[in-house]
Every structure is written in structure tokens, then in C-alpha cells.
């Protein structure tokens, strides 16, 4: 799969584009970003995140939840409202090559930071930004109707869909014309000179179909974080990720993405590249913690919806339908709405009050976690099946390391036996490596992102097989009282130094 890397790269950098909508005379004053892809370079079709127009809305934020509302014209937008659009040099076309011989223009932010002519991530000039319009707002309505279904419960105030963390200061009126552009994305088409309508015709990047990418799938996703800020550095930065899971077009992926990448493009890595979703939120918090997840939208059915707003709104704007990317390929390995492979099932939720994680079931009615989701022995908790999503089956704590183990771990009974489920069976080896997350170093208050310790499935499976068979505790009590080392491995500190023997 390493070898398909480079043509995703190539696809991704090739259509990757930055849009920023500011008011008419006051173009610093107050503006917006996002991420974008180009669709089609002559004429040029860029299709964008949506939630950068709700200020220059007539009618508010509240037109995108008006009944029937799947999609709203150029005009809803006031008139002072003003676009650009910014990419790097394409390779190989006559624009492209001219600009990279002559200085680019840089971001107000940028100039004062360095006199020298600004380059892209390749060290070539970036192109000027070129103005644009607004064709149509759209959402998927398909897309919608899963959010709202997933997210649209009163369990969906813990999450928080915004650009910001959750102690940053958003006003609820912010917060709120978020939400209701989540959904949103905006197909513009770009004001060229005369002299670059010739440079390149038909669509800049193929789709890949619904369905056409497996859960577990590695993708590529490319934006500009920060929107318009300095894209002389950040324009299409890649991130590598795998697709997480999908229901129908709501895809997610752990591909890192920060604020200003919404409406970025997420490729298949494959020869073709294909283009599979659009970023939609790049940062995810539940009850007050970031998820290390971003929100998508499968292109797919994204562009049908595109197709069918331009051909209502008039001659000239359908007969831009026929340009945009077509559906190539065919499904590639399982649909979307497979399930997964079996050992997926055995993943499950688990809730304790406010605090939730995950869990793996190793007993028809045992599942192990984490203490810190589940600290207090007796505690009662809620476990969520994958399959079916909707299930439901209570437990409770039978077992939780204490605070000074540094062994995570807690083990949960439940009341009902999980049906359909495919048991793991535990190894008897493992392999050295480490599981991606986050520790801190508590001596020097450093937190080092992407790095934790995994707990090897031989260090608990002889005292878990005995509590299955016997009920007894004794087994588990054993990871309260490990050796000194240990611990101080796991409090990320140097081994005690051997003491120095006398030579009397």
C-alpha cells in the first residue's frame, strides 16, 4: 500500500485550495476561511466548507434549517460579500510555470514576517488569489438525516462540533450558526484571466463512489490549517489517517485535522487517488475532551446533490453540472455498511456516569477497561454493543486497580451475555511497539502527545481466567503490587541507579 502513497500526494496537492470571504472594502477587517478542493480548472469549480457564509447571510443562519431547505442560491448572500480563492502552482500547466518565475503576493500576516518572495510547501511562489462567486450553498441529504440521528438526542449535548475548544470564549449565537452550517459547503466558481482559461479543461480529480473505500482503509487528508492565515506554510498540509468507521455518508477518520481544514479534501490511497469525503469538523469534543477524530462527508453523494441544485437554478448554472467530477471505480473490498471484521464486535462503549471509553469484551458476559473510565468497585455501567448499535446491557465494577498501580485496568461483569459476538482469543506473545495517545511526565509537567503504554494481554489473562472460572479476585488483586521498576517506567522516570559498592 506504501507505493500508492505518492500518487494520492500528487492528487491531493493538485486540487487542494484555500477560499476566504471577507466584506466588500474591508477585506482584513473581518473575514473567514476554510479549506476547499478544485473540481474543474476551465471553467474553475471549487467546492468549499459552508460555514464561512453564515455571517453574510440575508436571512441568518436560520435559512439552513428552514423546512425542505437542501440547498440556496448564490443571492441569499449579501452583496458586499467577497471571495477568493488560492492554490499553489499546478504542475505542468502554463500558469503554473509562469508564476514560478515570477514573485507570488503574500497573506497580509505573512508579508510583515519575511521581505523575501513567499513560496509554497515545495518552495515554489505561491499563485495570487483569484476572486470568485458564490454559485449555490449545499448540504448532503443524507448526511443530515445520520447526523441527526446520531448526534441529534439529548446525549448530543456533550459533544461540541465547533472551531474551538471548549474554554475558548464562542458566543451561543457562534456556537449556534456553527452547528446549523455543519452540514453546509459552498460550490464557487473562480474568476480567471484570459490568459489561464485555456490552461487546463475538465475535472481535476476523480470520486471515489459510496461504498468504494473499506472501514480501515487508509486515507489521505489534505488542508490548510488556519484557513487563509499563512498558507505560504500551511496551504494542503497532508495528514495520514485510516477511515474509522461510516454510517451511510458520515464517515470519520483519526487523520489529524486542525481548525481552517473544513472543506478539505480526503483521497483514497490508491493509483487513482480518488477524492472520498470533505472534512466537515476537524475538531470533536464529548463531556469537556477532545476526540482524536475528524468529521467527513462522502463526496459521492455530496455532488449528486451539486448536480441536482444547478440544474434548478438556471440554463447557465446546470450546464456546469455536466463538469463536475465523475464516480470512477469499483467498490473496493466491503461496503460501508459492513460491520467490520469480527474482532471489531468486541469492541465496546463503556459509560460510568460522565466518564466514557472503550472496553473489549473477553467473556461472554466479562469486558476489561480502563480504571480511569471506570474507578469505584460495585460502580454500575452502560455498555454499548457495536452490533446493534442500539443495544443496551448494564454491569458493574467487579474489579479496579488502585490509584497508585500503574495498571490501568478494571473489570466489568454484565448482566446479560453479549449475543453475536466473535470472542478474541488472546495471544500468548506479543510484540514490543507503542499505542499512540497522550502521556505526561509528571515531574516536569510536559505532556508528549501521541505516546502512552500498552498493557500486554499476557500480563492479565491467567488472572482473568481465573476469576472466570473461580470468582476470585486474588489474581487481579497481584497488578495492585507491582515491582519498583514498573512503576517507575510508567512514571516516565530514570531506573534507580545501582548503589555504589565500596572497595574496602
Not at 468504494?212 to 486515507?219: D, H, Q
Not at 467498490?331 to 455498511?337: I, Y
Request: proline content about 10%.
Amino acid at each position: 500500500m506504501g507505493r500508492h502513497w505518492g500518487p494520492a500526494m500528487r492528487v491531493a496537492e493538485q486540487v487542494g485550495c484555500v477560499v476566504s470571504a471577507s466584506w466588500s472594502g474591508q477585506p482584513e477587517a473581518d473575514s473567514w476561511s476554510c479549506s476547499g478542493v478544485i473540481l474543474s480548472r476551465s471553467p474553475g469549480l471549487v467546492l468549499c466548507h459552508g460555514g464561512i457564509f453564515t455571517p453574510f447571510l440575508r436571512a441568518g443562519s436560520g435559512a439552513l434549517t428552514a423546512a425542505g431547505a437542501a440547498f440556496l442560491p448564490g443571492d441569499s448572500c449579501c452583496d458586499d460579500l467577497r471571495l477568493h480563492v488560492q492554490w499553489g502552482p499546478t504542475a505542468g500547466s502554463p500558469a503554473g510555470c509562469a508564476e514560478r518565475a515570477r514573485p507570488g503576493l503574500c497573506t497580509p500576516h505573512c508579508a510583515a514576517l519575511k521581505p523575501s518572495p513567499p513560496a509554497g510547501p515545495h518552495g515554489r511562489p505561491l499563485l495570487p488569489p483569484h476572486p470568485a462567486e458564490l454559485l449555490l450553498l449545499l448540504s448532503c441529504p443524507a448526511f443530515q438525516a445520520h447526523f441527526a440521528r446520531l448526534f441529534g438526542s439529548e446525549a448530543a449535548e456533550q459533544w461540541r462540533f465547533a472551531r474551538a475548544a471548549p474554554d475558548d470564549e464562542v458566543s451561543e449565537d457562534e456556537e449556534e450558526d456553527q452547528l446549523r452550517a455543519l452540514g453546509w459547503f459552498a460550490l464557487l466558481r473562480v474568476k480567471h484571466g484570459r490568459e489561464e482559461e485555456a490552461d487546463e479543461c475538465g475535472p481535476a480529480a476523480a470520486v471515489a463512489p459510496l461504498g468504494a473505500v473499506p472501514k480501515g482503509a487508509p486515507l489521505l487528508a489534505c488542508g490548510t490549517p488556519f484557513g487563509s492565515f499563512c498558507p505560504d506554510i500551511f496551504l494542503n498540509t497532508l495528514s495520514r489517517g485510516v477511515l474509522s468507521n461510516a454510517a451511510g455518508p458520515l464517515l470519520l477518520t483519526d487523520a489529524r485535522c486542525l481548525p481552517g481544514t473544513e472543506g478539505g479534501g480526503v483521497f483514497a490511497v490508491r493509483p487513482g487517488g480518488e477524492l472520498v469525503a470533505l472534512v466537515v469538523a476537524p475538531l470533536c469534543w464529548k463531556a469537556r475532551e477532545w476526540v482524536g477524530l475528524t468529521l467527513l462527508c462522502a463526496a459521492a453523494p455530496l455532488l449528486r446533490a451539486a448536480r441536482a441544485a444547478l440544474g434548478r437554478l438556471s440554463p447557465d448554472a446546470a450546464s456546469l453540472a455536466a463538469l463536475l467530477p465523475p464516480e470512477v471505480g469499483a467498490p473496493w473490498g466491503l461496503p460501508l455498511r459492513d460491520s467490520g471484521p469480527p474482532w471489531a464486535a468486541a469492541a465496546v462503549l463503556v459509560e460510568c456516569g460522565t466518564v466514557w471509553g472503550s472496553g473489549v469484551v473477553v467473556a461472554p458476559r466479562l469486558l476489561v477497561t480502563c480504571r480511569h473510565v471506570a474507578p469505584r468497585e460495585t460502580a454500575r455501567v452502560l455498555v454499548r454493543p457495536t452490533t446493534p448499535k442500539t443495544a443496551k446491557i448494564w454491569g458493574h465494577v467487579v474489579f479496579a486497580t488502585q490509584e497508585t498501580s500503574p495498571y490501568d485496568i478494571a473489570v466489568v461483569s454484565l448482566e446479560e451475555e453479549l449475543k453475536g459476538v466473535h470472542m478474541p482469543v488472546p495471544t500468548k506473545h506479543f510484540h514490543e511497539g507503542i499505542v499512540a495517545s497522550n502521556t505526561r511526565d509528571k515531574n516536569t509537567g510536559a505532556t508528549y502527545p501521541h505516546l502512552n503504554f500498552s498493557i500486554p494481554i499476557t500480563v492479565l489473562q491467567p488472572a482473568l481466567q481465573q476469576y472466570s472460572q473461580t470468582g476470585d479476585l486474588a489474581g487481579l488483586r497481584e497488578l495492585d503490587h507491582t515491582a519498583e521498576p514498573v512503576r517507575v517506567v510508567w512514571r516516565l522516570q530514570r531506573p534507580l541507579a545501582e548503589a555504589l559498592r565500596s572497595k574496602l
